[in-house]
Each structure stands twice: as C-alpha cells, then as structure tokens.
Nanobody, 114 residues
Framework: QVHLVESGGGLVRPGGSLRLSCAVS????????MAWFRQAPGKQRELIAS???????NYADSVKGRFTISRDNAKKTVYLQMDSLKPEDTAVYFC????????WGQGTQVTVSS
C-alpha cells in the first residue's frame, strides 16, 4: 500500500525558510494530484497547496506568494518550499493525494518562533 513520509520540518525564526519533502512509496502515478496540508492544535486540517503539473498549482490565500509546491516524479517526491515564514505557519504539515487520500503519514512539525 502507498506510504507517505514527510520530513524537513524544524524550528525556524520569523522570516526564515524551510523546504519540506514528502516521499511516496508504492505506485506513483503522474496524473495524481498531490497536496500539502497543515494542522495546528485545536484546529482542523487545512489544504494549503496542491499540484497536478508544473503549470497546474493552487495555493491557499494564507500562503500564496510565500510557499511553492513542486514534484519530482522520478524521485516520487513532493516538495514545499516555505519562505518568509510567520508564527501563524506553526503547525504539523502533511502531504497527501486529493481528492482521494492515501493513508495519512505522521507529518512533520514546523515551528516558527523567535
């Protein structure tokens, strides 16, 4: 079965940058729409970025202009480049397929604090 492993999170100061990676094991289909989500304590998981192809991406207003989603089909990996990070970006970040998700991974913690 498909397994998702997120990595790259950590503690960063406001204004800093991080690049998250999502490694996919199992069958990879180029036509899959992949996405990044985040969930803060006490809040629902929210979709923040999705990608079908290099010219087919979508972003939530809260991250538009600061985050960039990309994918490397040969490496079966999805990336999220996060720039100009704010404390409000603090959350656990997950990747998954949309609209039909695979089993959820453990996510990776991003903490933005001075």
């Amino acid at each position: 079965q498909v397994h998702l492993v997120e990595s790259g999170g950590g503690l960063v100061r406001p204004g800093g940058s991080l690049r998250l990676s999502c490694a996919v094991s199992g069958s990879w289909f180029r036509q899959n729409v992949m996405a990044w989500f985040r969930q803060a304590p006490g809040k629902q998981r929210e979709l923040i970025a999705s990608i079908f192809s290099e010219d087919g991406t979508n972003y939530a207003d809260s991250v538009k202009g600061r985050f960039t989603i990309s994918r490397d089909n040969a490496k079966k990996t999805v990336y999220l480049q996060m720039d100009s990070l704010k404390p409000e970006d603090t959350a656990v970040y997950f990747c998954n397929r949309v609209p039909q998700p695979f089993p959820w991974g453990q996510g990776t913690q991003v903490t933005v604090s001075s």
